[in-house]
């Protein structure tokens, strides 16, 4: 049985007082949410206030990237132990605006994924295709070569807390959302590379995130989905009611 994981990324958007207010209001909505992960990932200058708001619930919190050494001269980087030592628990990997504006590559995902895992952190590693080459029929191609890239090689036991989005970068803050259908083809084929990778039990055990404007009135319809393992949510985990919806879906 795999536990769903309700996962929102606010990008760079709030700051730390619109993470307090965001927290009085989301945490009485899932305070009886029961099976499911909750992760909220705020811009790393609100991580401490959004530690501190969600002390005494189950909500955790996550980095939106994180840097693959421990410490160094990178300016303007975070590292693992950083965002661990802050309250971290979670931490997003190649989200595609990280792939897109920032020339993010399957190697650098496997260097930033080996070390969260080495640091404790659970990584969420984003994977998907743009619209070009789905109209291509290649989607299942590029999951491949994201895979093989960039989860390629870790250890087993590593390998078992990694959580994988497939967010397909079409329907990234575009309001086009893969139909429950693709998605869970999608979802599959990447089980499938799991299996091939690290084996059966592994590939049963991988919790498999949809993500790509997911909203409060679409969301069930995909969680429906059996291969579907919870939500990596954008634009609409901003506001606190909607997200919470979307964690009750
Ligand atoms: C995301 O940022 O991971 C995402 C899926 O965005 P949105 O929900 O806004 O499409």
Redesign the pocket.
């Known amino acids: 049985m795999r536990t769903p994981v309700m996962a929102g990324?606010w990008?760079m958007f709030k700051t730390a007082a619109q993470t307090r207010s965001y927290f009085e209001a989301f945490r009485p909505l899932v305070a009886s949410t029961k099976g499911r992960e909750i992760v909220i990932c705020p811009p790393y200058l609100c991580v401490p206030a959004a530690v501190e708001s969600a002390q005494g619930t189950s909500i955790e919190i996550g980095g939106q990237n994180v840097h693959w050494a421990a410490e160094g001269a990178y300016t303007g980087e975070v590292s693992a132990p950083m965002l661990l030592d802050a309250g971290c628990r979670w931490v997003?990997i190649g989200?595609?605006?990280r792939r897109q504006y920032f020339h993010e590559t399957d190697e650098w995902v496997r260097k930033r994924t080996e070390a969260a895992l080495e640091a404790g952190l659970k990584p969420i590693v984003?994977v998907g295709e743009t619209l070009a080459e789905r109209e291509e029929g290649r989607t299942v191609e590029v999951l491949e070569r994201q895979f093989q890239g960039g989860l390629h090689g870790l250890k087993p036991e590593g390998f078992a807390h990694v959580v994988v989005?497939y967010?397909p970068v079409w329907?990234?803050?575009?309001?086009r959302?893969a139909t429950p259908e693709m998605a869970e083809d999608a979802h599959q084929a990447i089980r499938t590379l799991a299996q091939l990778h690290y084996g059966e039990a592994a590939a049963q055990a991988l919790r498999i995130l949809y993500?790509?404007?997911?909203?409060p009135d679409n969301a069930a319809a995909l969680m429906a989905k059996s291969d579907i393992d919870g939500?990596?949510?954008?634009?609409?985990?901003l506001d606190a009611k909607g997200f919470a919806t979307i964690v009750n879906a």
Not at 171 to 175: E, P, R, V
Not at 211 to 215: A, L, N, R
């Open positions: 990324n990008k997003i989200h595609s605006e984003c989005a967010e329907a990234i803050g575009t309001g959302t993500g790509g404007s997911v909203k939500v990596l949510v954008g634009g609409a985990s």
